[in-house]
T-cell receptor, first 116, second 115 residues
Framework: EPEVTQTPSHQVTQMGQEVILRCVPI?????FYWYRQILGQKVEFLVS????????KSEIFDDQFSVERPDGSNFTLKIRSTKLEDSAMYFC??????????????FGPGTRLTVT | AQTVTQSQPEMSVQEAETVTLSCTYD???????LFWYKQPPSRQMILVIR????KQQNATENRFSVNFQKAAKSFSLKISDSQLGDTAMYFC????????????WGLGTSLAVNP
C-alpha cells in the first residue's frame, strides 16, 4: 500500500540554524499538509499546499517557515532560524480529491526535531 | 472558529472489554468530516475511522464504531473486544468539507489496554 515517507526521522540542530524537513507524499495525491506536535500537546496545523501554492497557513507559520515542492515528488518544510520552541514532531500528510478515491489525509511517520 | 474537545486525558480497559472515548466539537458549518486517529508509541498517526456529517448512519470499521450525534455535536469512539495493540493515544479531529481540509485536533485520550 502506498505511504507517505519523511526524512530524517530525527534531526538535532542548534538554535539559529536552518533545517529542511523532507516528505514524499503518495504519488497521485494533490493536497499536502504540515502539522506539528509539541511533546505532550495537541497536534497543530501549520500549512496546506495545493497546485504549487500555499492554500492556508496558521499563525504559527510565520516568516521563518516556508514550504516548497521542488520536483514532482518531494514536499519540504524549511525553518530558517530555529528556536528552542520549534522542538516538536513534524508530520507531513497528503490527500487525494480524485473522484472514487478516499480523500482522508494519510500521514508520514514524522520527523522529530530537537533544537538545542 | 472550530474547536475539538476530548475530556478524558487517560482511560484504561481490560483486554476483550469495550471502551468508549468521548469527543465533542463546535462548528457553525453544516457539512464537515470527523475522524479518529490512533497514535501508538511509534508516534505514527493512523486513521481509525471517519464520519461525514451529512450521513446519518454511524461509521463502523471492524471493532471500531462511532456514535455521531450531530445536534449535540458529539462524536464518540467505541472499541469492542479491546486488544493489547489498541494501547495508544487517540485523537479526535475535525475538518471542513470545503477546499481546504486542514484538521483541527483534540488534545487526545491515552488508552491503556490491560491484560
Amino acid at each position: 500500500e502506498p505511504e507517505v515517507t519523511q526524512t530524517p526521522s530525527h534531526q538535532v540542530t542548534q538554535m539559529g540554524q536552518e533545517v529542511i524537513l523532507r516528505c514524499v507524499p503518495i504519488s497521485n495525491h494533490l493536497y499536502f499538509y504540515w502539522y506539528r506536535q509539541i511533546l505532550g500537546q495537541k497536534v497543530e496545523f501549520l500549512v496546506s499546499f495545493y497546485n504549487n501554492e500555499i492554500s492556508e497557513k496558521s499563525e504559527i507559520f510565520d516568516d521563518q517557515f516556508s514550504v516548497e515542492r521542488p520536483d514532482g515528488s518531494n514536499f519540504t518544510l524549511k525553518i530558517r532560524s530555529t528556536k528552542l520552541e520549534d522542538s516538536a514532531m513534524y508530520f507531513c500528510a497528503s490527500s487525494s480529491r480524485e473522484r472514487g478515491l478516499r480523500d482522508e489525509q494519510y500521514f508520514g511517520p514524522g520527523t522529530r526535531l530537537t533544537v538545542t | 472558529a472550530q474547536t475539538v474537545t476530548q475530556s478524558q486525558p487517560e482511560m484504561s480497559v481490560q483486554e476483550a472489554e469495550t471502551v468508549t472515548l468521548s469527543c465533542t466539537y463546535d462548528t457553525s458549518e453544516n457539512n464537515y468530516y470527523l475522524f479518529w486517529y490512533k497514535q501508538p508509541p511509534s508516534r505514527q498517526m493512523i486513521l481509525v475511522i471517519r464520519q461525514e456529517a451529512y450521513k446519518q448512519q454511524n461509521a463502523t470499521e471492524n471493532r471500531f464504531s462511532v456514535n455521531f450525534q450531530k445536534a449535540a455535536k458529539s462524536f464518540s469512539l467505541k472499541i469492542s473486544d479491546s486488544q493489547l495493540g489498541d494501547t495508544a493515544m487517540y485523537f479526535c479531529a475535525y475538518s471542513n468539507a470545503g477546499n481546504n481540509r486542514k484538521l483541527i485536533w483534540g488534545l487526545g485520550t491515552s488508552l491503556a489496554v490491560n491484560p
